[in-house]
């Protein structure tokens, strides 16, 4: 059974804390992504890599950076938490370049950032 | 900008009923329209997908409608039952090579089935 899995369900966080959220696939896929997901905004990308140590911005990358260092995780971080910031976390993966190609869900991690 | 926008944002039907789900998409690069589920607590899974080369899939009691011509594409659920209750979110993306399967969603819609 194909996995994505978030380090955590839930996270809270100060204002101004470097936080970072981690995701591992064990599917050997290629593509990682980084969505929020917020109410009536559906889900936005923020990052995603194509392969190892490769990163590309999403719709909206701002305050906030990525790291794969592995084939398998892929790392978002914070840099300086802000309360605007507070939100579902998801991140998936999928196989190769070709777009047609199904993205698998992590659960998603809620972050507050109070 | 939302390159792809989804009504309603949230959808009351009976059980039995039918439950549907419009998306209209801007980017006429897209060659790909997948429709994912989420249930509360998860991730969101591919439920059904669709070419624009087709104007309807059909798997089970869930179908995609595409019209090409109006960019639009529509989720129909027949016969809708309590355990379709979930948020469900259309997407659109465009071919291959500089894409990497990155996905654009629409806004989602609550659907919320009576029993």
């Known amino acids: 059974d194909v996995k994505v899995t978030q380090s955590s369900r839930y996270l809270v966080k100060r204002t101004g804390e470097k936080v970072f959220l981690e995701c591992v696939q064990d599917m050997d896929h290629e593509n990682m992504f980084w969505y929020r997901q917020d109410p009536g905004l559906g889900l936005r990308l923020i990052y995603f890599s194509y392969d190892v140590k490769m990163k590309e911005k999403g719709d909206i990358p701002e305050g906030y950076s990525v790291s794969r260092e592995k084939k398998e995780r892929f790392s978002l971080i914070l840099e300086s938490a802000s309360t605007n910031q507070t939100s579902m976390y998801l991140c998936?993966?999928?196989?190769?370049?070709?777009?047609?190609?199904?993205?698998?869900f992590g659960q998603g991690t809620r972050l507050t950032v109070v | 900008q939302q390159q792809v926008k989804q009504s309603p944002q949230s959808l009351i039907v009976q059980k039995g009923g039918i439950s549907i789900i419009n998306c209209a998409y801007e980017n006429t690069a897209f060659d790909y329209f997948p429709w994912y589920q989420q249930f509360p607590g998860k991730g969101p899974a591919l439920l059904i997908a669709i070419r624009p080369d087709v104007s309807e899939k059909k798997e089970g009691r869930f179908t995609i409608s595409f019209n090409k011509s109006a960019k639009q594409f529509s989720l129909h659920i027949m016969d809708s039952q309590p355990g379709d209750s979930a948020t469900y979110f259309c997407?659109?993306?465009?071919?291959?090579?500089?894409?990497?399967?990155?996905?654009?969603f629409g806004q989602g819609t609550i659907l919320t089935v009576h029993p």
């Open positions: 997407a659109a993306s465009w071919p291959g090579g500089t894409s990497y399967g990155k996905l654009t």
């Open positions: 998936a993966s999928s196989l190769g370049w070709d777009a047609n190609t199904e993205a698998f």
